[in-house]
């Protein structure tokens, strides 16, 4: 058996790299090191230097589109007008949220919600917000005590948000069933296996 695939990556914050690790494994290769995790301008300051690095091995980039653009294409232009050959430079719609809520069945058992799981996760304004309103409708004190933020706080999410979004991507997302109402999910995911098989 030959050894799989080392694909390094960059991603703006922690529960994204665990988005990415579970991906990058799903494609057939086996998780790098992972860069960035201090938001997206420390990440947008970067790029050309992981896009440099792709000219000779495989990388993946991932961040969110948020506000600043309508739709991916814009973003991807104005950040790297050049891809080198091996990056797959992943924006996801609107936020990394929307990949987790679009494998909707599972994160409603995760998060014992009582509200349903928005079914265009991708049409939303803020998916973040989203995921804080299912946890806030959970059966279980335990995940709103940690996911959603407390009354005073200032804060958009709870205490240990994070980590419980990193809990369920790295055990129990179906990446492959999300991308089915994901459509930026469903490219990265392809844009990976292209990856893969070009090596």
Known sequence: MTDSLV???????????AVIRKLIVLAGASP???????????????ISGYNAAAQHA???VLVDLDRDHDCAPPLRASWLP????????????RKVEAWL?????????????RRRVPANPEALGDPKSAMVALAR??????????MVPRPASGRPVGPAYA???????????????????AESLRRAIDCLKHLVRSA
């Open 163 to 181: 980590s419980r979004l990193i809990e369920f991507a790295s055990s129990l997302w179906r990446p492959d069933v999300a991308a089915q109402q």
């Open 58 to 60: 495989p990388w993946v």
């Open 7 to 17: 694909i390094s990556a960059a991603v703006e914050g922690i529960v994204d790299e």
């Open 137 to 146: 409708s959970s059966r279980r004190k335990d995940v709103r005590q940690d």
């Open 101 to 113: 809520l679009a494998d909707a069945e599972c994160i409603a058992d995760f998060l014992a919600a």
């Open 32 to 46: 790098g090191t992972v860069y960035g995790r201090q938001g997206k301008p420390f990440l947008r300051q970067r």
């Open 82 to 93: 050049q891809v080198a050959p091996h990056l797959c430079f992943r924006v996801a719609v």
